[in-house]
């Protein structure tokens, strides 16, 4: 048996050395220390076998022990340095298997090494003294030995005891490292005092003391390998191990007294020089731990009395106030920085803090007080507390409401009577000898928070008018439109709901006709200050409660909240229409005249629609009233959202049209009509929209809106021009001399090098300035554009015709005929439908034709339909003229043949329709009407 103990000790011995490489610094210095320590027991068996007979000849303390003294000396060192061992970080290594978790030991859990020592000595002595009364005492009786000779063999099993007690206050501190070193010692202890036993009674140690060594040295190899748990918190606890050990200590010495009391009762033979010895030492003991103990405390007092000290020096120095009050709201204490609100530190010191909060924010600051405080309810805060179920925790700003450290931002009163938005911290305080406090701390954030009010001002109005902007009317419509119980009217004063309406919504846009031409005219500075004008005419005639806001650039938006009826709604309507045109805007020494169009909506939505559906219909009723000329109002209508998306998909397919060739040209002729030779031909464009033809009064509106009609008209210049130069070519130079006419709108105009394009179109094609004719509409004389005035006198000079269009229906002066160097003027088919039937429109068609022979100017009535109009015409001494009659749009070899017809009846000039093929495609097209036949050019 005593073989496997060696060899149980020497491979815990190699168990304890493997295992102090899985730890850095002190840890693995301990497991190293144990290592020695098992290595000793094993040689003091090896020594205590083969030798023992030699160098220990009689009973008694000899060369035999010193090993296994020595063993309990360095495992027991080890053990200590396990217990102690200080962690940092790196314990056990990274590469390990297995490990703790990491945590640094804090350095407010080393404890002192003095109190340590004495709470061992304690436990020593209460071990040794119950030992002795419990089993050596009766045992030394029974031996018959000298006092001498029995204490030496009770060396091992006493050395034992005074270690385990020494070792057990720390072995408390972090059990869960320590316990299986410990424990072996536990054994260890218990195997010797069995041996003792044994060899005073003269008999050979027991199979129980020959196991105990190797279960011992079992569980100190299995010391490094076990997973250790819970290190942080071994660790956490190393700050209270003192009071926890001296505790232990105490218990020990008492239970040893009353065993010793107990003992003596029964007669048991003591020695009482031994127990006085010891326990008078132990009383001494205690005695000093206490004094350590109550120095301790006195040094924590101190400290602490020198952290108030310095809490206050350190609050005279800060910027922020700091107030410490009592639970009851009381100041008991104020900070210098006080009089930065206008306050003397003293004269705030007896007063409650509630009286300088704003009344609106009192309720949060007492919600901030009980969460601070864990849940305290303060009492005498207010004349009466809220109920925990009925306060709101709201403050200004919407950020009263403190979160579980106590931060939350309210308003107080200065000495002037102003208020300051502060941002204050309260926590629970407590100075030594005194009853627990609240510690206040405030910080005057006025600044920040009149600075985020500037830039949310910014943010929802405009800086021109000052109304609300856009931003604004879309968050307050999905305010209202949510629903009277999910409206957040708490974020702006204005526009705020009518307490208990529960009318009718609706939206009112608004656009100031023509507005561009103010900025083009008197610049826009002088715009700026029309629209702060029609800014001021709106609000005055909308009601307060409702919101007028700037949508963008000359456009306005009214939300109109909690009306009466719709009447109501569209009476407000024709009062913000009315207030634009009601006098004219004073601007620049001007008076300018302006218009509105407005389109209204009402807000019936259907469940899942959202809020903002009924800005858009609002939208669209105003591009509606804008279309059909402005000043009037339009309310929306469900197929006005369909106009629309239709006008959008009409624009996305005629830019594809532009861009793949999908249209095509289509030639009027025009002739003399006293002997019907074709002179001329006006090109009208055409669009087949898949099986479908688009008629021209659709998508040349969307084209001159979108802006296409300038690449559209481009397009048409081409080919139109392109034609009439085949056909010049092919008829044989100048023997038949054909002309083209081609419409132009205003934009096409207007655009950017616009006659250096014509002439290069002109010179690519080769067709001669002359044979152009470009007609323009008589509106344009209307509006007197300068710049476009400009650029047709350019084409005239390169040597275009210039024809006006429509000549009559513009409300034109005749004084309007020397803006431009006309060539041509073209009779309105509405004059001329009424030749032979109406008096006044024959009067006034032969009016047109007089004053086009006086002006030397060649006359074109078009929309000849019947042959009493043609015959009227003649009559009047009109030159030329074109129409159904005459000869209907058709394809380019339509045109030629009726070239070669030239010289038949004027009933017989209309040509066969041409199957469709090439340019001729749209020659079966149906007849339209006049309307749609004098709207079909490139014009707006």
């Known amino acids: 048996m005593t073989v496997f103990g060696m060899l149980a000790w020497f491979a815990a011995a190699v168990s304890l050395w493997l295992g102090a490489r899985r730890y850095d610094h002190a840890i693995g210095r301990a497991y190293q220390w144990l290592a020695a320590g098992a290595a000793l027991y094993g040689c003091g068996l090896v020594v205590l076998e083969f030798l023992g007979g030699t160098l220990n000849p009689a009973p008694g303390l000899s060369f035999t022990n010193l090993p ?78 000298r006092p001498g000779t029995f204490l030496l063999a009770l060396v091992h099993p006493l050395a034992d005891l005074a270690v385990l007690g020494a070792l057990l206050p720390m072995v408390t501190a972090a059990w869960r490292r320590a316990m299986l070193p410990y424990l072996a010692l536990v054994v260890i202890a218990v195997g010797d005092s069995l041996a003792v036993g044994q060899r005073v009674l003269g008999g050979h140690p027991g199979i129980a003391a020959r196991l105990l060594p190797v279960l011992a040295a079992l569980l100190l190899g299995a010391a490094p390998w076990r997973v250790t748990e819970g290190f942080g918190s071994n660790w956490t606890r190393r700050a209270t191990s003192s009071a926890a050990s001296t505790i ?39 005695a000093g731990r206490v004094f350590m103990l109550v120095r301790e405390n006195l040094a924590v007092l101190g400290i602490w009395r020198e952290s108030s000290r310095s809490l206050r020096d350190l609050a005279s120095r800060t910027s922020d106030v700091v107030l410490v009050c009592d639970l009851d709201g009381s100041v008991r204490y104020a900070s210098p920085t006080v009089a930065d609100y206008g306050y003397a530190p003293g004269t705030l010191t007896g007063r409650r803090l509630l009286e300088y909060v704003h009344p609106e924010d009192r309720s949060a600051v007492l919600a901030s007080v009980r969460l601070a405080l864990g849940g305290y309810q303060p009492s005498g805060m207010g004349p009466a507390g809220p109920r925990p179920d009925s306060d709101s925790g709201e403050s200004a700003e919407g950020s009263g409401a403190a979160g579980a450290s106590g931060r939350f931002r309210v308003r107080v009163r200065a000495a002037d009577g102003t208020w300051r938005h502060i941002e204050s911290t309260l926590l629970r305080y407590q100075a030594p000898g005194e009853p627990i406090q609240m ?30 902007n856009r931003a604004y009317v879309e968050e307050r419509a999905r305010d209202v439109l949510r629903g009277p119980g999910q409206r957040d009217q708490g974020r702006h004063d204005q526009g705020q709901a009518r307490a208990g309406d529960a009318g009718r919504t609706g939206v009112i846009f608004l656009d100031i006709d023509r507005f561009t031409a103010v900025n083009d005219s008197v610049g826009h500075g002088a715009g700026d200050l029309v629209l702060a004008q029609a800014a001021r005419r709106l609000r005055a005639v909308v009601p307060v409660h409702d919101t007028v806001a700037r949508w963008g650039s000359d456009e306005f938006a009214v939300l109109v909240e909690n009306a009466g009826s719709d009447q109501e709604v569209a009476e407000i309507a024709d009062r913000l229409a009315g207030a634009v045109a009601a006098e004219p805007f004073r601007v620049a020494g001007q008076q300018i005249a302006l218009t509105a169009s407005v389109g209204m909506a009402l807000a019936d939505l259907s469940p899942g629609d959202p809020p903002g559906l009924v800005l858009r219909n609002a939208d669209v009723a105003m591009s509606r009233a804008k279309d059909s000329g402005g000043d009037r109002v339009e309310v929306y ?70 802006g296409l009609i300038v690449p559209l008209g481009e397009w048409v210049l081409r080919e139109a021009c392109a034609q009439g130069a085949a056909w010049r070519h092919s008829c044989g130079g100048s023997s038949w001399d054909i002309g083209i006419s081609v419409n132009l709108s205003a934009r096409q105009i207007t655009a950017p090098a616009f006659g250096a394009r014509l002439a ?63 060539d041509i003027i073209k009779i309105a088919p509405s004059f001329v439908a009424g030749l032979g039937q109406d008096e006044r429109l024959t009067l006034l068609t032969r009016t047109v034709v007089q004053v086009g022979r006086d002006l030397r100017l060649r006359v074109i009535a078009e929309g000849i339909e019947q042959p009493r109009q043609l015959s009227a015409l003649r009559e009047m001494g009109c030159e030329f003229g074109q129409g159904f009659l005459v000869a209907r749009p058709m394809g380019a070899p339509g045109v030629e043949a009726l070239i070669k017809t030239a010289g038949l009846p004027a009933s017989e000039l209309t040509p066969p329709v041409p199957k469709p093929s090439g340019d001729a495609g749209n020659d079966q097209e149906r007849r339209p009407s006049v309307s749609e036949c004098e709207t079909s050019r490139v014009s707006s």
């Open 68 to 145: 296994a003294l020595l063993a309990l000396a360095v495992t027991a060192v080890g053990t200590a340095l396990l217990a102690t061992a200080e962690r940092d970080g790196r314990s056990p290594r990274p590469d390990a298997p297995d490990g703790g978790d990491g945590h640094a030991v804090p350095a407010g859990a080393r404890d002192s090494v003095l109190p340590g020592l004495a709470d061992g000595y304690v436990m020593a002595v209460a071990l040794l003294v119950i030992g002795w009364t419990a089993t050596f005492s009766a045992e030394f009786h029974k031996s018959g030995d």
């Open 248 to 286: 232990v200590a105490a218990l020990a010495a008492t239970a040893a007294t009353l065993f010793v009391i107990v003992n003596g009762l029964a007669a048991a033979p003591a020695s009482g020089v031994a127990l006085i010895v010891a326990g008078g030492a132990g009383v001494l003991v205690l």
């Open 439 to 468: 510690l206040v701390t405030a910080r005057d954030v006025s600044d920040q928070v009149a600075l985020r009010q500037q830039v949310t001002h910014l943010t929802f109005h405009d800086g021109l008018t000052g109304l609300p």
């Open 637 to 706: 209508a469900a197929h006005m959202h369909a106009d629309v998306v239709r006008r959008l998909e009409i624009v996305s397919d005629l830019q594809r049209a532009i861009s793949e060739g999908e249209l095509t040209l289509q030639f009027q002729p025009i002739v003399d009509l006293a002997s019907s030779r074709v002179t001329g031909a006006e090109a009208l464009v055409r669009w087949w929209r898949g099986d479908q033809v688009v008629s021209p009064r659709e998508f040349l509106g969307v084209a001159e809106e979108s």
């Open 760 to 822: 290069a179109i002109l010179a690519e094609t080769g067709l001669p300035p002359e044979a152009l004719t470009v007609e323009v509409n008589e509106r344009i004389l209307v509006e007197e554009d300068e710049l476009i005035i400009e650029r047709l006198a350019g084409l005239h000079q390169l040597g275009v015709k210039l024809a006006l269009d429509d000549f009559g229906t513009g409300y034109a002066s005749l004084a309007y005929l020397h803006h431009l160097p006309l």
